[in-house]
Protein backbone atom coordinates (compact mmCIF):
# COMPACT_ATOMS: atom_id res chain seq x y z
CA UNK A 1 0.00 0.00 0.00
CA UNK A 2 2.88 2.33 1.32
CA UNK A 3 4.59 1.73 -2.36
CA UNK A 4 1.85 2.53 -4.23
CA UNK A 5 1.26 6.14 -2.48
CA UNK A 6 4.93 6.61 -3.06
CA UNK A 7 4.53 5.66 -6.71
CA UNK A 8 1.15 7.86 -6.79
CA UNK A 9 2.69 11.01 -5.43
CA UNK A 10 5.77 10.33 -7.75
CA UNK A 11 3.44 9.97 -10.73
CA UNK A 12 1.90 13.60 -9.31
CA UNK A 13 4.60 15.32 -8.84
CA UNK A 14 6.48 14.98 -12.47
CA UNK A 15 2.92 16.08 -13.92
CA UNK A 16 2.98 18.69 -11.80
CA UNK A 17 7.32 19.56 -13.11
CA UNK A 18 6.19 19.04 -16.38
CA UNK A 19 3.61 21.15 -16.54
CA UNK A 20 5.67 23.69 -14.90
CA UNK A 21 8.17 23.37 -17.48
CA UNK A 22 5.88 23.28 -20.16
CA UNK A 23 4.97 27.33 -19.16
CA UNK A 24 8.00 29.71 -20.89
CA UNK A 25 8.48 32.85 -19.66
CA UNK A 26 7.74 35.94 -22.46
CA UNK A 27 7.88 39.21 -22.59
CA UNK A 28 6.19 42.11 -25.05
CA UNK A 29 7.46 45.59 -25.41
CA UNK A 30 5.68 48.46 -26.19
CA UNK A 31 6.65 51.59 -28.38
CA UNK A 32 4.22 54.37 -28.11
CA UNK A 33 3.78 57.46 -30.71
CA UNK A 34 1.45 60.01 -30.99
CA UNK A 35 -0.89 60.84 -34.13
CA UNK A 36 1.83 62.96 -35.11
CA UNK A 37 4.38 59.68 -35.52
CA UNK A 38 6.13 61.22 -32.64
CA UNK A 39 7.75 59.29 -30.14
CA UNK A 40 5.90 59.61 -25.94
CA UNK A 41 6.60 57.96 -23.22
CA UNK A 42 3.37 57.94 -21.22
CA UNK A 43 4.11 57.63 -17.09
CA UNK A 44 0.85 55.87 -16.12
CA UNK A 45 0.33 52.46 -17.75
CA UNK A 46 -0.96 49.46 -16.09
CA UNK A 47 -1.60 45.89 -16.96
CA UNK A 48 -4.25 43.50 -15.82
CA UNK A 49 -4.42 39.65 -16.86
CA UNK A 50 -6.92 37.25 -16.68
CA UNK A 51 -5.65 35.36 -13.76
CA UNK A 52 -5.90 38.49 -11.13
CA UNK A 53 -3.32 39.54 -11.55
CA UNK A 54 -1.96 43.88 -11.39
CA UNK A 55 1.12 45.18 -12.70
CA UNK A 56 2.22 48.82 -13.16
CA UNK A 57 4.38 48.78 -16.32
CA UNK A 58 8.01 50.28 -15.95
CA UNK A 59 9.03 53.51 -17.93
CA UNK A 60 12.47 52.10 -18.22
CA UNK A 61 11.54 49.98 -21.18
CA UNK A 62 8.13 49.40 -21.69
CA UNK A 63 8.31 45.51 -21.48
CA UNK A 64 6.07 42.95 -19.68
CA UNK A 65 6.77 39.73 -18.83
CA UNK A 66 4.71 36.99 -18.36
CA UNK A 67 4.19 33.29 -18.53
CA UNK A 68 2.45 31.79 -21.18
CA UNK A 69 -0.39 29.97 -20.23
CA UNK A 70 -3.60 28.31 -21.87
CA UNK A 71 -6.02 31.09 -22.80
CA UNK A 72 -3.75 33.62 -21.03
CA UNK A 73 -4.84 37.60 -21.96
CA UNK A 74 -3.97 41.07 -20.10
CA UNK A 75 -5.32 44.08 -20.93
CA UNK A 76 -2.89 47.56 -20.93
CA UNK A 77 -4.15 50.77 -19.69
CA UNK A 78 -2.53 53.68 -20.35
CA UNK A 79 -4.18 57.22 -18.81
CA UNK A 80 -2.90 60.25 -17.72
CA UNK A 81 -3.59 64.47 -18.36
CA UNK A 82 -1.94 64.36 -21.59
CA UNK A 83 -3.80 61.55 -23.38
CA UNK A 84 -6.81 60.05 -23.78
CA UNK A 85 -7.50 56.86 -21.79
CA UNK A 86 -6.84 53.94 -24.03
CA UNK A 87 -6.96 50.29 -23.24
CA UNK A 88 -6.00 46.97 -25.31
CA UNK A 89 -6.58 43.63 -24.58
CA UNK A 90 -3.58 40.93 -25.43
CA UNK A 91 -4.59 36.96 -26.24
CA UNK A 92 -2.22 33.97 -27.12
CA UNK A 93 -0.42 34.45 -29.48
CA UNK A 94 1.43 37.56 -28.11
CA UNK A 95 3.33 39.72 -30.32
CA UNK A 96 7.19 40.57 -29.03
CA UNK A 97 6.30 44.10 -29.82
CA UNK A 98 3.92 46.31 -30.67
CA UNK A 99 3.62 49.92 -31.29
CA UNK A 100 0.51 51.85 -29.94
CA UNK A 101 -0.73 55.03 -31.05
CA UNK A 102 -2.08 57.38 -28.36
CA UNK A 103 -3.97 60.82 -29.24
CA UNK A 104 -3.33 64.31 -27.20
CA UNK A 105 -6.19 65.23 -25.59
CA UNK A 106 -7.52 68.36 -28.11
CA UNK A 107 -9.40 71.26 -27.00
CA UNK A 108 -10.80 74.22 -28.46
CA UNK A 109 -10.22 77.70 -27.35
CA UNK A 110 -12.21 80.55 -28.42
CA UNK A 111 -10.80 84.23 -28.02
CA UNK A 112 -11.00 87.68 -29.14
CA UNK A 113 -9.27 90.79 -29.72
CA UNK A 114 -10.78 94.45 -29.79
CA UNK A 115 -8.94 97.13 -32.20
CA UNK A 116 -9.00 100.64 -32.75
CA UNK A 117 -8.26 100.66 -35.84
CA UNK A 118 -7.00 97.92 -38.55
CA UNK A 119 -3.44 97.75 -37.92
CA UNK A 120 -2.21 96.46 -34.17
CA UNK A 121 -0.95 98.26 -31.74
CA UNK A 122 2.15 96.90 -29.64
CA UNK A 123 -0.08 96.16 -26.80
CA UNK A 124 -2.01 94.03 -28.66
CA UNK A 125 0.91 92.64 -30.67
CA UNK A 126 2.23 90.96 -27.41
CA UNK A 127 -1.01 90.11 -25.96
CA UNK A 128 -0.75 88.14 -29.46
CA UNK A 129 2.95 87.02 -28.87
CA UNK A 130 1.97 85.61 -25.51
CA UNK A 131 -1.01 83.70 -26.11
CA UNK A 132 0.61 82.03 -29.75
CA UNK A 133 4.10 81.55 -27.36
CA UNK A 134 2.28 79.48 -24.64
CA UNK A 135 4.53 76.18 -23.52
CA UNK A 136 1.13 74.44 -22.63
CA UNK A 137 -0.22 73.76 -25.68
CA UNK A 138 0.21 74.19 -29.28
CA UNK A 139 -2.06 74.97 -32.29
CA UNK A 140 -2.78 72.35 -34.36
CA UNK A 141 -5.75 74.64 -36.56
CA UNK A 142 -7.05 78.03 -36.54
CA UNK A 143 -9.59 79.69 -37.96
CA UNK A 144 -10.50 83.70 -37.10
CA UNK A 145 -12.90 86.08 -38.56
CA UNK A 146 -12.49 89.67 -38.58
CA UNK A 147 -15.57 92.04 -37.96
CA UNK A 148 -13.86 94.97 -39.85
CA UNK A 149 -16.22 97.51 -38.68
CA UNK A 150 -15.51 101.11 -40.86
CA UNK A 151 -12.79 99.74 -42.43
CA UNK A 152 -12.13 97.91 -46.15
CA UNK A 153 -11.28 94.24 -46.30
CA UNK A 154 -7.67 95.03 -48.32
CA UNK A 155 -6.18 97.38 -44.71
CA UNK A 156 -5.83 94.00 -42.79
CA UNK A 157 -3.61 92.24 -44.72
CA UNK A 158 -1.11 93.52 -41.98
CA UNK A 159 -2.26 92.10 -39.43
CA UNK A 160 -3.45 88.84 -40.91
CA UNK A 161 0.22 88.10 -41.82
CA UNK A 162 0.75 88.96 -38.54
CA UNK A 163 -1.38 86.00 -36.83
CA UNK A 164 -0.46 83.77 -39.52
CA UNK A 165 3.12 84.17 -38.82
CA UNK A 166 2.36 83.70 -34.72
CA UNK A 167 0.34 80.96 -35.93
CA UNK A 168 2.99 78.75 -38.09
CA UNK A 169 5.81 79.52 -35.41
CA UNK A 170 3.62 78.60 -33.02
CA UNK A 171 2.56 75.11 -35.40
CA UNK A 172 6.46 73.94 -36.50
CA UNK A 173 7.31 74.12 -32.91
CA UNK A 174 4.99 71.59 -32.35
CA UNK A 175 6.61 69.06 -35.08
CA UNK A 176 3.44 68.37 -36.60
CA UNK A 177 3.51 66.48 -40.04
CA UNK A 178 -0.29 66.93 -41.00
CA UNK A 179 -0.95 69.76 -43.19
CA UNK A 180 -1.49 73.26 -41.88
CA UNK A 181 -5.31 74.71 -41.25
CA UNK A 182 -5.31 78.36 -41.61
CA UNK A 183 -8.51 79.92 -42.24
CA UNK A 184 -10.06 83.61 -42.38
CA UNK A 185 -13.31 85.31 -42.75
CA UNK A 186 -14.72 89.06 -42.75
CA UNK A 187 -17.70 89.99 -41.73
CA UNK A 188 -19.15 93.73 -40.98
CA UNK A 189 -21.81 94.74 -38.33
CA UNK A 190 -20.84 98.19 -38.41
CA UNK A 191 -18.97 98.35 -35.36
CA UNK A 192 -17.02 101.13 -34.25
CA UNK A 193 -13.97 99.04 -32.99
CA UNK A 194 -12.41 95.93 -35.18
CA UNK A 195 -13.11 92.65 -33.45
CA UNK A 196 -10.91 89.65 -34.40
CA UNK A 197 -12.53 86.08 -33.00
CA UNK A 198 -9.90 83.45 -33.02
CA UNK A 199 -11.28 79.94 -32.69
CA UNK A 200 -8.22 77.28 -32.53
CA UNK A 201 -8.10 73.93 -31.93
CA UNK A 202 -5.01 73.08 -29.74
CA UNK A 203 -3.32 69.71 -28.17
CA UNK A 204 -2.17 70.15 -24.15
CA UNK A 205 1.38 69.52 -23.69
Keep these: MKKSLIVLLEFFILILGGYTQSESKQKICFHFIDQYDSIIKPDEIEIRDNEGGFFQLSTDDYCFEYFITPNYAFEIKIS ?66 INIGKYNISE ?50
Excluded: W
Design 80 to 145: GVKYYDYKKTYRIPIPETDTIVLSNIATMINFFIKSDTSIFTDDEVKILQDFFSNKKYHFTSLSLE
Design 156 to 205: FQNSIMLIYDLYLNNYLHGNFCNLINFSVSFKNDNLDNVLYLFDGEVYKR
